[in-house]
Nanobody
Framework: EVQLVESGGGLVQAGGSLRLSCAAS????????IGWFRQAPGKEREGVSC????????SYADSVKGRFTISSDNAKNTVYLQMNSLKPEGAGVYYC????????????????WGQGTQVTVSS
């Protein structure tokens, strides 16, 4: 059974930082792309960043480029999202997801999802 478990969310002031973790199990980690998605209340789920575990290639949404960094520790089957200079519009539930054949920032390309972790940014 594939499981993705997010952690690291919380409350932070605007301009602050958080590091999210996504621990994966039940899959061959380096055969998947892992993505981070964000969903704010009343809004669609949007892609934030993704990484291909096999070669480390990454993608970022324009809104987070230069502020967020995604990384992967293949030995721990874990992907991290370092979020710096957080803005109030960056608040929401952050989900990690695994894609066997795609990746990118489109949610429908992902096969497995975690339960999400809440990020709150106070202004």
């Amino acid at each position: 059974e594939v499981q993705l478990v997010e952690s690291g969310g919380g409350l932070v002031q605007a301009g602050g930082s958080l590091r999210l973790s996504c621990a994966a199990s039940g899959l061959t980690f380096d055969e998947y792309a892992i993505g981070w998605f964000r969903q704010a209340p009343g809004k669609e789920r949007e892609g934030v960043s993704c990484i291909t575990s096999s070669d480390g290639s990454t993608s970022y949404a324009d809104s987070v480029k230069g502020r967020f960094t995604i990384s992967s520790d293949n030995a721990k089957n874990t992907v991290y999202l370092q979020m710096n200079s957080l803005k109030p519009e960056g608040a929401g539930v952050y989900y990690c997801a695994a894609s066997r054949y795609g990746g990118g920032l489109r949610y429908y390309e992902y096969d497995y999802w975690g339960q999400g972790t809440q990020v709150t940014v106070s202004s």
